[in-house]
């Protein structure tokens, strides 16, 4: 059946295939032999044998002998795999541009703040339930994806889940930033933000609220409970609502910290916590509150930031910092 679909689709009948049957089981035959052998008008054998020849498969005159061609075979492979390689490029191409269609269409759909769309709040009441939307708006975002952290996650499987949110927008193209708390700085989940995911962050002292913003159009508000039992989220659209919620990210987004890459060398120096502290330091945060943000005692605080101005060979907080500056610790 599959020889018979590709024997047409090269322009070869049936009378041609019992042509070259024939031809290629008898040297040096004519055109009258083979038309007495297939039972078949000589007029009919001519334009076979006429198709064949421009098709590479025999060679010799009409009115002589007829031999088989021996690369014929692989001449028709050739031209029959040329074809169906610029038809399925073709289709190919086709269903991209259906797929584009359709995927633009979906996301004007899901990123619009018109009522046909939804509700103007919609709550998703478990984590799995908001992680597909979460997915979905960030495959169909266009211009950028914000989020703001408000707290280090006690789970690092929601650090997991917003790394495939942010890895499905940047795979795109789309620009992400995001704000994370001071207690954020230096750590490893910060850096593979920043250069695993392609995303720029800015860490700030404690953050208002924990959110997501798509193409300032639409955002979603998570609300976790003490250690995170419960996580609660609520998807918001429609321009006044959106437009604050977006608003508040840019306020705090100018006054975060960016926070780069950190080289082997910095490693090596400087500790995810040792990081953390300075960069507390360096807005000023009191002893005692840099213990609470970071969860240890004051008492760690202070031997900690003795030995950083150990490592910085300086003797007071202020040289620390211009040295810690100078190192682009900070």
């Known amino acids: 059946m599959g020889a018979t679909l590709l024997r047409k689709d090269i322009g070869l009948s049936r009378v041609d295939f019992d042509v070259y049957r024939f031809v290629a089981s008898h040297l040096r035959c004519t055109m009258n032999d083979a038309a007495d052998?297939?039972?078949?008008?000589?007029?009919?054998?001519?334009?076979?044998?006429?198709?064949?020849?421009?098709?590479?498969?025999?060679?010799?005159?009409?009115?002589?002998?007829?031999?088989?061609?021996?690369?014929?075979?692989?001449?028709?492979?050739?031209?029959?795999?040329?074809?169906?390689?610029h038809?399925?490029?073709?289709?190919?191409?086709?269903?991209?541009?259906?797929?584009?269609?359709?995927?633009?269409?979906?996301?004007?759909?899901l990123l619009s703040d018109s009522p046909a769309s939804g509700p103007p709040i919609e709550e998703f009441s478990t984590r799995k339930a908001?992680?597909?939307?979460?997915?979905?708006?960030?495959?169909?975002?266009?211009?950028?994806?914000?989020?703001?952290?408000?707290?280090?996650?006690?789970?690092?499987?929601?650090?997991?889940?917003?790394?495939m949110v942010i890895g499905r927008a940047v795979r795109r193209g789309i620009g992400v930033r995001i704000i994370c708390?001071?207690?954020?700085?230096?750590?490893?989940?910060?850096?593979?933000?920043?250069?695993v995911n392609g995303a720029t962050v800015r860490t700030v002292v404690d953050p208002p609220i924990e959110l997501h913003v798509f193409d300032r159009r639409v955002a979603v508000i998570v609300a976790t409970t003490p250690r995170e039992t419960v996580t609660t989220s609520f998807l918001v659209r429609g321009q006044p609502l959106t437009r604050v919620l977006h608003s508040v990210f840019e306020t705090w987004w100018i006054h975060g910290q960016e926070t780069c890459a950190v080289t082997d060398e910095q490693q090596t120096d400087l500790t995810g916590e040792d990081q953390a502290l300075l960069q507390l330091l360096a807005?000023?945060?009191?002893?005692e509150n840099a213990a609470r943000q970071l969860g240890c005692s004051v008492r760690t605080v202070r031997r900690k930031v003795s030995e950083l101005l150990d490592k910085l060979d300086s003797v007071s907080r202020f040289q620390a910092g211009v040295h810690a500056a100078h190192r682009q610790w900070v």
């Not at 807005?283 to 002893?287: C, H, I, L, M």
Request: charged letters at 35%; proline letters at 4%; hydrophobic letters at 40%.
């Open 283 to 287: 807005k000023g945060v009191k002893d």
């Open 130 to 163: 908001a992680q597909v939307k979460l997915l979905e708006l960030a495959s169909h975002a266009r211009e950028e994806v914000l989020r703001m952290w408000t707290h280090v996650p006690e789970s690092m499987s929601r650090v997991a889940d917003d790394e």
């Open 37 to 85: 052998a297939i039972d078949e008008p000589g007029e009919i054998v001519r334009r076979s044998l006429r198709r064949l020849s421009e098709m590479g498969l025999v060679v010799g005159e009409e009115e002589s002998e007829i031999q088989i061609s021996p690369g014929g075979p692989e001449l028709v492979f050739e031209i029959l795999q040329e074809q169906i390689e």
């Open 87 to 109: 038809e399925y490029l073709n289709r190919r191409r086709a269903a991209a541009d259906l797929r584009q269609d359709l995927t633009r269409i979906l996301g004007e759909c």
């Open 181 to 195: 708390p001071t207690a954020f700085a230096g750590r490893e989940v910060t850096q593979r933000l920043a250069t």
